[in-house]
């Protein structure tokens, strides 16, 4: 591999962020706004996603329920990625596409927000869950690229989606880990507000 390969990977990275900011800034704050209200009511944000995916679910999660870069209480986020037993269970008992609709069939509630991650947003299994979130009257935010898939004709006029401007799922994926830490920022300055001391 050569040094100039690397240094390529670097550019289109950088310029793909320069690119996306402008596209994704408001998008990303009524993503926030949606979470926070739902946080505010007292329900909590369910995440699914396969893969890559899924390590985002994880980390988001993560960052909430422990802490971003503020001591804070816990805030109610869930991973729906994380349980091996319910993962395999569901798709050995049913079908790979049941393992997030049934989590969300099981601890959505109205009110609720469903961040639903696909780098393709042709997932079936993360269709699934926004259809049984849907059902559930829950609020999705929609991570997707490459023009949004199937899943950008599934949200409603209250969703938000956050489509990445991008072809390559690498490039995609790179953006969606900086939308999620942006998300985990604005949640803790609308719930706190200022600037980290």
Known sequence: MSKQRIIEHFNESAELIAHASTLLAQPVVQAVDLMFTALSNGNRILACGNGGSAADCQRFAAELIGRFERERLPLPVMSLSSDSAILT????????????????????????????????????????????????????????????????????????????????PV????????????????IDVALFGGDIE
């Open 89 to 168: 269970g569901i798709a050995n008992d049913y079908n790979f596409n049941e393992i997030f609709a049934k989590q969300v069939q099981a601890f959505g509630q109205a009110g609720d927000v469903l961040l639903a991650i696909s780098s393709t947003g042709n997932s079936a299994n993360v269709m699934a869950a926004v259809d049984a979130a849907l059902e559930r009257d829950m609020r999705i935010v929609a991570l997707t690229g490459n023009g949004g898939g199937a899943l950008a004709n599934m949200l409603t006029d209250v969703d938000v989606h956050i489509c990445v401007p991008h072809e390559r």
């Open 171 to 186: 490039r995609i994926q790179e953006i969606h880990l900086l939308i999620i830490h942006s998300l985990c920022d604005g």
